[in-house]
Structures are given as C-alpha cells and as structure tokens.
C-alpha cells in the first residue's frame, strides 16, 4: 500500500467516524458504542470495504454472514452500499 493510499484511508476513515458519531447521536434507539467498540467497528468496515470507496457494496459484504445476511435492512438509503453507519447498525463484535 502507496504512502497516499494510506492517508486517504485515514482520511476517509477520520471523515467517516465523524459521520457515523453525529448519526448515532441523533438515533435514541442506537447508544453510542464506546471508544473500543467503535475502532473495532471502523476496522471491520476498512476490511469489508476492499475497494476502499467508503462504502460496503452488497459483494464486499458478502464475505461477512452476519451483515450480509442483513443487507437489504441495513441499506436504509437503499443506494445498495452501506455506509459505515449503517454497516455499524448491523455488526456483532464477537
């Protein structure tokens, strides 16, 4: 991996966890995971999301059961990707 795709990992990484934290904090249902939880959340999702898009298309979540078997449900945008909100919506650390 080349130094620039790095940072945009990270970078992308950085943007998307400031997403994911404003949409948990506006659903009551959902309670914020605690700092662990989440890196571990944000690691799973950089390794399902292969291509490095930001996103987890329905053949990347295939790799991973317990979200694709959830992926219709997820997707509530219904743009057949998950962000990493939604992505976190439906995973199990385990």
Known sequence: MTLRSSLIRF???TA???FAAATLAQTAAAPAPDAKARMAIEAAFAKA???ADG???KDEAAKMPEISAQFATLDKDKDGALTLAE???GYKMG
């Open 55 to 57: 996103k987890v298309s």
């Open 11 to 13: 970078t992308l990484a």
């Open 16 to 18: 998307c966890t400031g």
């Open 49 to 51: 999301d292969a291509n």
């Open 87 to 89: 992505f976190a919506a």
